[in-house]
């Protein structure tokens, strides 16, 4: 019992609290530059990876040439996206960033491969970089001019980056940009004007974004249209909707042609379990699986939107399912075209492509034969499948093997010896 030491004895060898917290936090910091610096090297070896499948296609692909360059390129792509479980854009964007980032910015790279810099302010540069580049035509005056401003953007981002905060950063590198931009403001718009797009954005609760990237003019067009037919139809004594909600009807209604000759005839699926439509659904029983409306492949909409979308439907087709698993067990033969039955089938049951880890819609997706059609496969809804163009590409051209599992999923074995693991039930 006489090494024991008391609460005072102890106090008293122990580190100032200010000397151990400085400890603590210089670990913070310590951990903050191992990140950053392994993920700049882990874009160095995914792009180095890309390159070297580039180099030696024959590893994902039994085509030749020209091809069977591009095919490995999105082949090793994809392989990435799969082990990192990110996105193919994702890593395309990475790739992007890291090729671009040490040709037009190496001083601020060589901060990333050190700790100092997180990538996304490297691309935050990048994009500065991007708007200083010359144009194709430009001559060799403007092509000089425009390779300084450049090496100027990177000295002094290298500057900025061991001495700002990133808000700080942001916001020296968009006073730098401005002024090294040579472009009039009318050629900056034109360049701007190639990023316009529609992006949709699902927020939950039956509800989604729409955003669109239009020049300024025509959004403030948009916007008082709008604003001047809401005022108009508010004036209705019977209108019980505020402004904005006023506004979102139309610019929806507007979108989708209602009331037109040109109204959207987009097919969606929609399952409707029957005890909302009779009611039960409102006010479920806890000892009962409770059964909700969906959108295939969006997810839940509220049950006063189902019963809503089923008395405004003119035609419907009876779906059958097992009402405890709530899985389809049966469709309606009252269809015409059989194969148009099979996919409608296949959208209802799966959804989403069949590949691990794939979001996008079976409603879009190819009908892929679990049997290829070349080696004696059948058409028949057991031996048939939803993927994506892109997964269905892959398969027929790659040497990626596509395997269905008894739940309908597909695992993904790449030849570089990894395969997709299955996804735990929901």
């Known amino acids: 019992m006489g090494d024991e030491r008391t609460d005072d004895e102890t106090f008293a060898v122990s580190p100032p609290a200010d000397e151990y917290l400085g400890y603590l936090l210089d670990d913070v910091v310590s951990d ?237 699926f929609v399952t409707v379990p029957v005890t909302l439509l009779a009611g039960g659904g409102d006010a479920p029983n806890p000892s009962v699986p409770v059964e909700t409306a969906e959108i295939v492949g969006h997810g839940p909409i509220p049950p006063l939107v189902a019963k809503q979308l089923f008395l405004d439907a003119k035609a419907f087709r009876r779906l059958i399912t097992d009402p405890v698993r709530g899985v389809v067990v049966d469709m309606d033969r009252r269809v015409y075209r059989s194969t148009g039955a099979q996919r409608d089938w296949i959208v209802l049951q799966h959804h989403l492509c069949t590949r691990d880890g794939c979001t996008r819609l079976a409603m879009e997706a190819d009908i892929d034969h679990d049997v290829p059609w070349s080696q004696g496969g059948k058409t028949n809804l057991r031996l048939l499948r939803p993927l994506c163009p892109p997964d269905h590409g892959r398969r027929h051209q790659t040497t990626f093997a596509y395997r269905t599992r008894e739940n309908g999923t597909v695992e993904v074995s790449t030849p570089t010896g990894y395969t997709t693991p299955e996804e735990p039930p929901f």
């Open 32 to 268: 903050h530059m191992d990140a950053n610096r392994r993920l700049a090297r882990r874009a160095v070896n995914i792009v180095e990876a890309v390159d070297f499948a580039e180099r030696r296609p024959y590893v994902y692909t039994t085509a030749d040439g020209e091809l069977a360059t591009k095919i490995a390129e999105r082949a090793v792509v994809f392989d990435v996206s799969l082990r990192l479980q990110l996105g193919e854009k994702a890593v395309r964007d990475l790739i992007r960033l890291t090729r671009d980032a040490r040709r037009w910015l190496p001083q601020l790279w060589r901060r990333a491969e050190e700790g100092y810099v997180a990538l996304p302010l490297v691309d935050s540069t990048l994009a500065g970089a991007y708007r200083l580049l010359p144009a194709p035509d430009a001559t060799k005056e403007e092509k000089d001019a425009a390779a300084a401003a450049v090496r100027e953007l990177d000295s002094r981002a290298d500057d900025w980056a061991v001495a700002c905060t990133p808000a700080g950063f942001r916001s020296r590198l968009a006073r730098l940009v401005e002024k090294l931009d040579a472009r009039r403001a009318d050629e900056r718009h034109a360049m701007a004007l190639r990023d316009r797009r529609v992006i949709v954005e699902h927020a939950g609760d039956g509800m989604s974004w729409v955003s669109a990237l239009v020049p300024t003019l025509d959004a403030v067009a948009i916007k008082r249209r709008l604003t001047a037919t809401a005022k108009h139809v508010a004036k209705d004594r019977a209108e019980t909707r505020s402004r904005d909600q006023i506004r979102a009807d139309l610019f929806s209604g507007w979108l989708r042609g209602a009331g037109t000759p040109t109204a959207v005839k987009t097919k969606v």
